[in-house]
């Protein structure tokens, strides 16, 4: 009987999500820049509580909790260091990624990513950014997927495979039909839910252990290491593990789709600049709620075999079956508000940005249908991959996002900031920062510095050093590229001969 009455508490939860999706969808326009960015109609509070629900993913409610319960008081650390980097993202970034878009007209990252290169050069970039996207922000839904079979299990003892085809399913019923604008409506409620559960379990699992303090005398008890703020780093070690998160954190606002399309999806730049602090009090309140939480679970339920499943399990034990079917549906806000946030963009590159040319005679004949169809294939491909590559949800998330972070990220950087670049400094910065951090990873160093930070620094050099060579050589022979003819005094021209090194600009 407690199963069927967490069943129909938790399917109220869906149907609201599935209802608030079709409302939206029926709001939508049978239109590309409706399906893809909302018609960019989104105000303040909606972008940022959007842009921080779907930053959150299941990492919140599993990872975040399984590195308190593994890690003890230094489990707060990766929050904090994040937070250096959302802020220094937030503080000068959005305002930038919404006037861009809006001046370039771009609906896509890799539309974006490309809008200041022309002819065969700007395809190249548009579509191994595309490539990219598809394939790590593939693997990060399959997480996402694989994070809900995870609760669904412990809450109904469902097999992780069905329960991934039953989330998948969930989350595609509202997104496949009503784009952007049903994942940024549906996004909203779950961004509520969530500040509910995370309170609530927080405030819950403090009292039945007694309070702060009576958590950091019970890991004390355990391994005095657990209640030591810095863990068993030392100071180099920490200093390397602040900076390398800080780094992904700047690398994850400027490199991660789904957040910076709700970017340009803003009315206007400075909508998007107002929502900063909506997004970075959010991240950080839901997310040392958790990690909190399960410090707490350490001591309420010792022994867990997956501590990424602790709060599922402290709340299967412990409350009334309606109860459990909230926090359910909070959990599962936390997974489907990024996930199908992450299988639009995906979609997007793979039916726009990897072939424009089959896209265009694709959506003249089918309109709005054909990316829908995408849509569908590519939630479907990445449900299936969570089905057969089975990983640690927080494995493969920082694994995602540490890739993207250190090859789309310097190349979007240069890109905002119109810095001077070209066809091939921005491949090189991608594929040179992507390089560095696979290597870093293997190497094992990621274990001390996250491979953001090299990754990211060695695309950003790289990338500087082939426009200064290239600069220089035009110099020397007299013509300039595509990228430096753009910057010419009106009355010069790319092919005048008599032009002074003063009129390029290094």
Known sequence: MASEIILLSFSIFVVIFLGVGAYAAKRSAPTDVDYLLGSRSFGTWFVGLSAGATGNSGFIMLGAVGMGYTMGLSGVIMGLAWFIGDLTFWSFFPEKFNRIGRDRDCNTIPELLSSGLSGRGGLAIRQIAGLLIVVLIGAYTAAQFSAAAKTLNVFFDLDMNIGIIVSALAILAYCTT????????????????????????????????????????????????????????????????????????????????????????????????????????????????????????????????????????????????????????????????????????????????????????????????????????????????????????????IFAVSMLSSSLGPAMFNVILKRPTSTLAISACMVSGLVVAISWRMLGYGETLNETFPGFLAGLIVHDVIVRLSSRKNLAGGSLTATESKRLPPNRSATDQTLNPEDAQP
Request: glycine fraction near 8%; charged fraction near 10%.
């Open 178 to 397: 009503g784009g952007l604008r049903a994942s940024l409506w549906t996004d909203v409620v779950q961004a509520v839910i969530m500040l509910a559960i995370t309170t609530g379990m927080l405030t819950v699992a403090f009292i039945a252990v007694g309070g702060f303090s009576a958590v950091v005398d019970g890991l004390n008890a355990i391994d005095p290491e657990l209640a030591n703020f810095t863990g068993t780093f030392t100071p180099w070690t920490l200093l390397a593990f602040v900076l390398g998160y800080a780094s992904a954190g700047f690398g994850f606002g400027i490199s991660q789709p789904q957040v910076i399309v709700r970017l340009l999806a803003g009315r206007s730049p400075e909508e998007a600049r107002k929502a900063k602090w909506i997004y970075v009090l959010f991240i950080q309140y839901t997310w040392h709620c958790m990690a909190l939480f399960g410090m707490a679970a350490r001591l309420l339920i010792p022994g867990i075999d997956d501590p990424e499943q602790a709060l599922p399990l402290y709340a299967f034990q412990n409350f009334d079956p309606w109860l459990i079917g909230v926090i359910l549906a909070g959990i599962f806000s936390a997974i489907a508000s990024t996930a199908d946030s992450q299988v639009l963009v995906s979609s997007s590159s793979l039916a726009i940005d990897v072939a424009p040319g089959f896209y265009k005679k694709m959506s003249a004949r089918f309109g709005v249908r054909y990316q829908q169809v995408v849509t569908l294939v590519v939630g479907t491909s990445a449900a299936l991959a969570a089905i057969f590559f089975s990983s640690s949800v927080f494995v493969l998330i």
